[in-house]
Each structure stands twice: as C-alpha cells, then as structure tokens.
C-alpha cells in the first residue's frame, strides 16, 4: 500500500490563486522530505528539501518566496504556491524516506493547472 | 553535461525482447543508484536499487560500473505492461536528494 499521500491530486484554479499541496508519511515519521516538479515530457526536477522543524533548503533557481514550504510535523509537509500562474502549471510530486537510508517513496503527484 | 544521462528514446520493441537501457552519471562521488519506474501522468515508482556486484530480480537485472560511471537495466521476455518511462537515478548519499536522468521510454507491442 502506499506509504505517501499527497493531495489533492487534481487542482485546477485562477491565475493568481495560492495553492496549498499536502505530503504525508503514512506509517513512518519522516524527517526530511522532497519536493519536485515535473513538466511534460521531461524528468523530475528537485525544488527543495523540506526538514522537519527548521527551514526549507531550496534548489538553484527556485525562489522560496514564490514556493513556500512548511514541515510542521515528523509526518506532514506541505508546499504552497503563492499567487500562481499559469506557468507555474506542472506536476508537483513529494517524497520522503522511510529511516536514513532508505529508498524514497513517491506520493501520488498533484497535476496542478493555473487558467 | 548533465548529471545522470540516459539513452535517448523511445524504444518500440515487441512482446518477448530482450531490452537494454545504459545511463551514466557525472559525479564520481555519488554513493547510491536506483532505477525508477513512471508510467503517464503517475508518480515514480521504485523498481530496483543497483549495486556493484550486480543484482537481478526475475526478469530485471541491474548493473553499475563505478569505474566508467555506468549503470544498466536489463529487461528479458518483455511484457506489454512492462510499457513506462524508466528513471535512471542517483543520490550522492543515502536518504538525501536523488537525481533523475530524463527517462527512457519503453512501449511493447504485442
């Protein structure tokens, strides 16, 4: 069964509209967590790693203004994409790690479409 | 030069092939390798870690060369579900951030 949950998995909004993404570890506390982005036809690209109690480490290029993170708990990160637009449509996707070394597991992805 | 760089696709093979993807990875420091597999608009889903000495399962077999910075999957008898993107992917240690290759896609014909 699925050991992430992401939601929603479908979002479809306004340009200027926030949109808040939800990453949960099921059955394990996670401490760090993943979030990447995925526009058709091309490979994952990591945004930022999200850490449990402290702030969000950010990618090369992705501006932490715009992509805001949250890691509140061991097992809830969330992603918030402030005013968004419509090229910030993409596929959002989280992951975390079941214990330190571990491979990582992928929630469901969010298709994310800004009008 | 990107970091992990995988064959160019897609691959159109027929039911029963025998099929090979090769990826190679920039950064000699990285310490763990994975292959992932996508299917359309779903999110990737572990298929297998790669080792050194070379590992398989049924009818997946993995290899690395850390010398020439190489990774392989094999996929013998090709099945038609075994249609997807298939992820190279690399971590410069275990738990943190992995890297992805572009993706190679497969489709088997029947």
């Known amino acids: 069964g699925a050991v992430v949950s992401q939601h929603p998995s479908r979002v479809i909004c306004k340009s200027g509209t926030s949109v808040k993404i939800e990453c949960r570890s099921l059955?394990?506390?996670?401490?760090?967590m993943f979030w990447y982005r995925q526009f058709p036809k091309k490979s994952l690209m990591l945004m930022a790693t999200s850490n449990e109690g402290s702030k969000a480490t950010y990618e090369q290029g992705v501006e932490k203004d715009k992509f805001l993170i949250n890691h509140a708990s061991l097992t809830l990160s969330t992603l918030t994409v402030t005013s968004a637009h419509p090229e910030d449509s993409s596929f959002y996707i989280c992951?975390?790690?079941?214990?330190?070394?571990?491979?990582?597991?992928f929630g469901d992805g969010t298709r994310l479409s800004i009008l | 030069r990107k970091e992990v760089e995988q064959d160019p696709g897609p691959f159109n093979v027929p039911e029963g092939a025998t099929v090979a993807f090769n990826c190679t990875y920039s950064n000699s420091a990285s310490q763990s390798f994975f292959w992932y597999r996508q299917d359309c608009r779903k999110e990737p889903k572990l298929l297998m870690s790669v080792y050194s000495s070379g590992n398989e399962d049924g009818r997946f077999t993995a290899q690395l060369n850390r010398a020439s910075q190489y990774i392989s999957l094999l996929i013998r008898d090709s099945k038609l579900s075994d249609s997807a993107t298939y992820l190279c992917?690399?971590?410069?240690?275990?738990?943190?951030?992995?890297?992805f290759g572009q993706g190679t896609e497969l489709s088997v014909k029947p």
């Open positions: 059955d394990f506390q996670a401490t760090t």
């Open positions: 992917v690399v971590t410069l240690n275990q738990g943190g951030k992995l890297i």
């Open positions: 992951s975390a790690t079941r214990g330190a070394e571990g491979p990582q597991h």
